[in-house]
């Protein structure tokens, strides 16, 4: 069984930065990609950033250029560097570890860190 915990979340005026930290823990053959997805209310969970474990990088579009996802393999930890915050980036935001890209749903999910931008 794995289990994730997030930290980083929190309030932040907009332009503000905030980082994301997910720690993994317990029982796992080996993670392929750790990524970032958000929700906002009344919204799907949608990607933010994924990284596999070679280091390649995947960014949803309204982040690009902003945000900056990154991991140490030691620590089985991803981070998640937001710079020039935008009210729309509140939402919920959830570590996933995974095996296989685009397929988040055959990974584990992390309990959720709120994320909230004020204007």
């Known amino acids: 069984q794995v289990q994730l915990v997030e930290s980083g979340g929190g309030l932040v005026q907009a332009g503000g930065s905030l980082r994301l930290s997910c720690a993994a823990s317990g029982s796992f053959f080996s993670i392929n990609v750790m990524g970032w997805y958000r929700q906002a209310p009344g919204k799907q969970r949608e990607l933010v950033a994924t990284?596999?474990?070679?280091?390649?990088?995947n960014y949803a579009d309204p982040v690009k250029g902003r945000f900056t996802i990154s991991r140490d393999s030691g620590k089985n930890t991803v981070y998640l560097q937001m710079n020039s915050l935008k009210p729309e980036d509140t939402a919920v935001y959830y570590c996933?570890?995974?095996?296989?890209?685009?397929?988040?749903?055959?990974?584990?999910w992390g309990q959720g860190t709120q994320v909230t931008v004020s204007s």
């Open positions: 996933n570890i995974g095996p296989l890209p685009g397929r988040p749903d055959l990974g584990s």
């Open positions: 990284i596999a474990s070679g280091g390649s990088t």
